[in-house]
């Protein structure tokens, strides 16, 4: 019996998880966003006063320097889909698999490399970054369907988020580079917005 989906040349979800396997791809990536973690850190600078007070100093180093790691993981839940890529103009009339999940970027506030004077104390989560992300393995192409910030703020004890908006990559490197960027940026953006203490990539 002739069925309908080798008339189209289509091949059923299960089909292409067994070709692209998508769960190991996920798995794999986060050993790379790891590595891609581990060649940057969150620098943090407070300073204070002879009587031990906080002291902002606007453009000089802080009396308390430590540096912490980023530390990255990739959600063990995986939503496959297939999507049919047909074009008028012709092509391909497979289905083509997308596979999404959500990657979590966090500092370890836990241990730390001290540059000057005294360990620095962060509150856990000081910064932590969420993004829902979605890979067309018949393109190649990895869609950032949604980036949060949260930034826990270390005197007020009060959360700010942030929506980081949407993006794309065309691979695994692109989305490396996409994802250190928004970690910049997030740091630039709440890093120098607090009194007596200073935040920066290095």
Do not use: C
Not at 164 to 187: H, Q
């Amino acid at each position: 019996m002739i069925k309908l989906k080798d008339i189209l040349n289509e091949a059923s979800k299960s089909e292409l998880e067994n070709v692209y396997k998508p769960s190991k791809y996920w798995k794999d990536f986060r050993v790379k966003l790891r590595r891609e973690l581990s060649s940057h850190k969150m620098q943090a600078e407070i300073g204070e006063d002879q009587d031990g007070n906080f002291l902002l100093i606007k453009g000089k180093i802080r009396d308390h320097v430590a540096q912490f790691q980023f530390f990255g993981s990739v959600s063990p839940g995986v939503s496959n889909r297939t999507v049919q890529a047909r074009s008028h103009s012709g092509g391909s009339d497979d289905n083509e698999l997308l596979s999404k999940t959500e990657l979590f970027i966090s500092v370890d506030t836990k241990n730390q490399k001290v540059i000057k004077g005294d360990k620095v104390s962060l509150p856990n989560g000081i910064m932590s970054l969420s993004m829902v992300v979605e890979k067309d393995f018949g393109k190649g192409t990895i869609y950032v369907r949604d980036s949060q910030l949260k930034w826990f703020h270390p005197f007020k004890k009060n959360i700010f988020k942030m929506d980081l908006g949407l993006g794309t990559a065309n691979n695994e490197g692109n989305l490396l580079d996409y994802i250190v960027k928004e970690i910049k940026f997030a740091v630039k953006k709440r890093g120098n917005r607090y009194q007596s203490a200073r935040y920066k990539v290095v």
